[in-house]
């Protein structure tokens, strides 16, 4: 248990629809990062956030958004949702210490995501 | 742009034998970080083993190992002894102090009884 959740884990909705996915990060890590997981693909770095403000953006689609509150959690919403968006989206998160464990990602067991 | 290749989309190890994982990276940068994950069937990512890139030691988990060539940016994984359970993807990742993770399209391991 890598000590990240996620909710929920599988999501079943339509096209056009508009879904929204949780992160808890590990307890004490500032850093929460969203990746997107196709069919029998890599992970695509989507966003990432650290103690509540947007720092990096990877290949997101402008219908995607994602926000990251005072307790740190994270949500990641997606609208406008199209069938090519069905995938597993995984959140990570790490702390920022300057130690090797402090560049160590911990990932979420993820959200399936499938649009019909 | 950093970028991670594995060149090996499949690959198939008789149980109790070696394989190796190929992975090369490109990037401008002197301090990085490289990291194994595991994928099983379950899909959760499974952290193998990491390396840090100012180490000229390689990293050595139990029967995992790496083989770290920073000259040439390459980062293969050997897998002793395979097992079994050792069947899963496998996916290379890059990574900037703090920053995000690159990872290659991913290795599927198969291992034979």
């Known amino acids: 248990d890598s000590g990240v959740t996620q909710t929920p884990k599988h999501l079943i909705t339509a096209t056009g629809q508009r879904v929204t996915l949780r992160c808890s990060p590990r307890?004490?890590?500032?850093?929460v990062y969203w990746y997107q997981q196709s069919l029998d693909q890599g992970l695509q770095f989507l966003i990432q956030?650290?103690?509540?403000?947007?720092?990096a953006k990877g290949n997101i689609l402008e219908r995607f958004s994602a926000q990251q509150f005072p307790d740190l959690h994270s949500e990641l919403n997606l609208s406008s949702l199209e069938l090519g968006d069905s995938a597993l989206y995984f959140c990570a998160s790490s702390s920022r210490d300057t130690s090797l464990r402090g560049n160590e990602q911990f990932f979420g067991p993820g959200t399936r995501l499938t649009v019909l | 742009a950093q970028t991670v290749t594995q060149s090996q989309p499949e690959m198939s190890v008789q149980e109790a034998e070696t394989v190796t994982l190929s992975c090369t990276y490109d990037t401008s940068e002197s301090d990085y970080y490289l990291f194994w994950y595991k994928q099983p069937p379950s899909r959760q990512m499974i952290l193998v083993i990491r390396?840090?890139?100012?180490?000229?030691q390689n990293a050595t988990e139990n029967r995992f190992s790496v083989n770290f060539q920073k000259a040439a940016k390459s980062f293969s994984l050997k897998i002793s002894d395979s097992q079994l359970g050792d069947a899963a993807m496998y996916f290379c990742a890059y990574r900037r102090r703090n920053n995000d993770m690159r990872f290659g399209a991913g290795t599927r391991l198969t291992v034979k009884p």
């Open positions: 956030y650290y103690n509540g403000e947007e720092r």
């Open positions: 307890s004490g890590d500032l850093s």
């Open positions: 390396q840090e890139a100012y180490k000229q």
